[in-house]
């Protein structure tokens, strides 16, 4: 059998030191109490479920319509959950933020 002649790679090593001032100029992430987190969560899953078990409801036929549309407009009321939640996040960093 023929001998084949494999090459080693060469291992290139490029250290920036850029790269390190870019990390400590970032933006701290505010903290959120965990409550405000579950409404959070809770309200997106709501809109997501309602709009899109709504639409799956749609698919029956007319009846489904008339039942499919009263499910989506649920996701509205999951919104103003959200914002809600927003506002108490805003308040309490303004709270933080001040003291």
Known sequence: MGHMEHETPTI???DDEDEDDDLD???PVPQVSSYIAI???V???GM???AS???FI???GVKGV???IPIMLLSIPCYYGMQFAERLALREERKGASS
Do not use: N, S
């Open 66 to 68: 008339l039942i499919g």
């Open 53 to 55: 078990f709504g639409l």
């Open 12 to 14: 290139v090593v490029v």
């Open 58 to 60: 749609m698919l029956v």
């Open 25 to 27: 100029e970032a933006e």
């Open 48 to 50: 997501g479920l309602c």
């Open 43 to 45: 309200a997106v899953l």
């Open 39 to 41: 409404i959070r969560i």
